[in-house]
């Protein structure tokens, strides 16, 4: 069985829906499932399952507080030390 790509759509009295379909069939006019009526076709992010872990997090995040940010209540602690250097070709550089 060949595996169907997945397509959300979304109806404005219920809400979004998803429907696996043929990418062929993808732009055919849909009804709701529940209360068939008209829905539109919703673009999301392609599927991320590549990306490194870390980033993977930061976009799940991004996504999660996008219409309510997390509320910071104090100054994030510096979490590495300065490293010390002993050449003296960066005595030279600019300093902040």
Do not use: N, W
């Not at 997945?6 to 009295?13: L, Q």
């Not at 055919?28 to 673009?43: E, V």
């Not at 392609?46 to 309510?68: C, H, K, V, W």
């Amino acid at each position: 069985m060949a595996h169907m790509p997945t397509y959300g759509f979304s109806c404005t009295g219920c809400g979004p829906f998803e429907v696996r379909c043929a990418m062929a069939e993808s732009d055919d006019p849909r009804r709701c499932p529940r209360c068939a009526g008209p829905a539109r076709r919703r673009f999301g992010a392609p599927g991320l399952r590549t990306l490194a872990p870390g980033m993977r997090r930061a976009l799940d995040a991004q996504e999660r507080t996008a219409d309510r940010p997390d509320v910071v209540t104090s100054i994030p602690q510096k979490t590495s030390k300065t490293r010390i250097t002993r050449d003296p070709r960066h005595l030279r550089l600019p300093r902040p």
